[in-house]
């Protein structure tokens, strides 16, 4: 009996620190946007954080989409050309991209990589008492690092994701047409005609951008709830590449639904 | 006419039968002390005394307990918060660590306060800047980015910062930690005569008992979780309590224990350790 009571209320304190957790973090999230006003009225602090943010990730970003790229010209041509389809090979890599690889792969790197940059920089702020030092000096660090911080990340992620999607073209094109030999001519009007700028590119730039708001803020989130101590910051890097991967899977799938359901 | 009447200046920091502590561990008990403008305080204890709870206290991030923590005449008990920001803005922190922006490079670091809080031209931020870093030594340091300059060159731009808003009360925890002694000499006359020139409160939070007893008007000694004496350095030099003399002698024997006291916690961890008590 005991057993059981015991199972319950552990129960019952976990379910009620997850209920607490989200319940900060959505208060997180509603102060970061009460405090944006500072990415207007200084925005060179927001232009400073995207250019950051946004080298962090490039070279991988980059280098990415150009394997995947590569890929997707080997596999959609060995696909397609069972059907005798192969001049379709250049519309099948650029919804592939624009739709899901572009946006989805680049926010599983930019969680991992300017991600946990985000996360460590401000838990090793904390650690150092940065924080409280400008606290007592009469600056808000959530509207003076973390609010150019999250709007940098938004901001950078799509422009990211259209470098991934870019590339890859080009990493299909270069295996489609250059290395296996398929129609240059056909390999881009084929993309011309079947890829919708509202429908495809639009969605795929809205999906960056929600993924943006997403990672981004999981990895502000960790960094400034995380423990000042080495071992604190390195849990709660770990937390912002699972986390922000698992949302980046989960809301995709949601987007997908609604954006290209019937 | 009229008789003219001036109001009286409140001190920069007073404290009325403060209680400080986290959660339910009480630090501090009971603690009276007022600090007012052109002073310089020394606030003196053991490690884990509670003196930088105290600073915390001051600055509205710990709030009391008990008692009435007062800065500049206002109630820091359910202040609002940009009222508080306002009082802030007046104060100036040397914090134990430095706290430099490790983003930012030397000079940057202590034109901040300037740049969040003024609209001064560049030309005026640059020369108030090197001025700053002049008083500290470290002028042609400005260009260096934090991670290369050493400890104590960090403490004294942290310095630098603290005071460059010419702040009307100013906390410093532990400003002559890690100093070599020249630059040890330079930061306690640095202290005195910021505080002489400017009118400013000077707040030391210090181990220091050599330094801070050349430049302080009063020093407060806190311990056990109370205030245990206060006075000039001349009559807390001259005094026969035993707990004053063993802190100022740095004795091995009196009323403070060096040992950590025994608690039943304790002999319960030792017990299931298999360790003797």
Redesign the interface.
């Known amino acids: 009996m005991t057993g059981i009571v015991r199972g319950i209320t552990a129960l019952g304190a976990a379910l009620r620190t997850r209920i607490a957790a989200l319940g900060f973090f959505t208060r997180f999230f509603g102060r970061l946007l009460g405090a944006s006003g500072i990415a207007l009225s200084r925005p060179r602090l927001v232009s400073q954080q995207v250019h950051f943010i946004g080298n962090y990730s490039l070279l991988i970003v980059a280098v990415s989409g150009m394997f995947v790229g590569f890929v997707l010209g080997l596999q959609g041509y060995y696909t397609l050309n069972r059907y005798g389809s192969e001049d379709a090979l250049g519309l099948l890599v650029a919804l592939s991209l624009t739709r899901e690889l572009g946006p989805v792969v680049t926010a599983l790197l930019f969680a991992g990589r300017a991600g946990t940059s985000l996360t460590a920089?401000i838990g090793?702020?904390k650690a150092?008492?940065?924080l409280?030092?400008?606290?007592?000096?009469?600056?808000d660090p959530l509207r003076?690092v973390l609010v150019p911080r999250f709007w940098g990340g938004v901001i950078a992620m799509p422009i990211l994701a259209a470098v991934f999607s870019m590339v890859g073209i080009l990493g299909g094109y270069l295996v489609g047409v250059q290395l296996i030999g398929v129609d240059a001519g056909s390999f881009w009007s084929q993309m011309q005609a079947g890829v919708d700028v509202w429908n495809d590119v639009f969605n795929g730039i809205v999906k960056s951008v929600v993924f943006g708001v997403a990672v981004t803020l999981i990895a502000l989130y960790e960094g400034w709830q995380a423990k000042p101590t080495p071992e604190g910051v390195a849990r709660a890097t770990t937390r912002t590449v699972v986390a922000g991967s698992l949302s980046v899977l989960g809301l995709d799938f949601l987007l997908t639904a609604l954006m290209f359901g019937n | 006419m009229p008789e003219s009447t001036s109001a009286p200046v409140p001190p920069a920091l007073r404290l009325t039968g403060v209680s400080l502590g986290y959660g339910d561990f009480t630090v501090l008990r009971g603690i009276d002390m007022s600090i007012a403008a052109g002073e310089v305080v020394a606030i003196m204890g053991g490690s884990g005394s509670g003196k930088t709870t105290l600073l915390r206290a001051a600055t509205g991030q710990l709030p009391a307990l008990a008692g009435k923590v007062e800065v500049f005449g206002r109630d820091l008990r359910g202040i609002p918060a940009g009222e508080l920001q306002g009082l802030r803005q007046r104060m100036g922190v040397l914090f134990q660590q430095g706290a430099l922006f490790t983003d930012l490079d030397v000079f940057e670091n202590v034109a901040f306060p300037l740049r969040e809080h003024t609209r001064l031209p560049e030309t005026d931020i640059v020369s108030r800047v090197l001025d700053k870093l002049d008083a500290v030594g470290l002028r042609a340091a400005a260009h260096l980015k934090v991670s290369e300059i050493s400890g104590g060159m960090a403490r004294r731009v942290a310095l630098a910062r603290a005071v460059v808003l010419e702040p009307e009360l100013v906390l410093y925890d532990e400003p002559f930690a890690g100093l070599d002694p020249i630059s040890l000499g330079i930061t306690a006359r640095l202290i005195r005569d910021l505080s002489d020139r400017l009118g400013c409160a000077s707040v030391l939070i210090t181990h220091d008992i050599e330094e801070s007893f050349s430049i302080a008007d009063r020093v407060y000694l806190v311990g056990q979780g109370e205030l245990k004496a206060a006075g000039t350095p001349r009559t807390l030099s001259d005094t026969q309590d035993p707990y004053v003399r063993q802190f100022l002698r740095g004795e091995p024997d009196g009323p403070v224990a060096f040992h950590y006291p025994v608690t039943p916690a304790f002999e319960r961890w030792l017990a299931q350790r298999g360790g003797r008590p």
């Open positions: 920089e090793l702020m150092g008492e940065q409280s030092a400008m606290e007592v000096m009469a600056v003076r």
